[in-house]
């Protein structure tokens, strides 16, 4: 089922939500993660894994922007902390905050499943369910980057 709201999200279509309680996150989520798509909501990168499933799923997000702080506050996540994606259908996916770190903004390894940008997938890679947040920093100089793992 495919549901749109062109008033707030600009004619993309939701794909879903993305929670985290430990900073007051609640956004909508919409395929793409093209400026079209993250000027107005979360961007699920294309070519990146579903919510919940196996493999990485890759969400970008500006700090702050036309419609409120997007991902301003991801630097705060602390490992443990917990991060739901919530698809159309209502099926809800947990997943710990497991490390941060930042990258150059052309080290799109991080949106892929090899998760150390070691040219090769470990068993823990290809096993996972892993959840990746990315959001600019240093005034778009620098990607922060937020990797969770599925627990349920």
């Not at 052309?106 to 892993?130: M, P, Q, R, S």
Request: aromatic share 6%; with cysteine; net charge negative.
């Amino acid at each position: 089922t495919e549901k749109q709201n062109g008033d707030r999200l600009n004619g993309q279509t939701l794909i879903g939500i993305i929670e985290a309680p430990a900073i007051d996150l609640t956004y909508p989520v919409v395929e793409g993660a093209q400026k079209a798509q993250i000027d107005f909501a979360i961007g699920h990168m294309s070519g990146s894994a579903d919510f919940g499933a196996k493999g990485n799923c890759a969400l970008a997000g500006h700090r702050g922007g036309t419609s409120g702080q997007y991902f301003d506050d991801i630097g705060k996540l602390e490992k443990g902390d917990k991060v739901t994606l919530t698809n159309i259908d209502g099926d809800e996916f947990v997943y710990k905050v497991t490390e941060s770190f930042s990258v150059e903004p052309t080290e799109v390894w991080v949106a892929t499943d090899d998760l150390d940008n070691d040219g090769t997938i470990t068993d823990d890679e290809k096993n996972g369910h892993w959840l990746t947040l990315i959001t600019c920093q240093d005034n778009g100089s620098k990607r922060l980057v937020v990797r969770c793992s599925l627990i349920e």
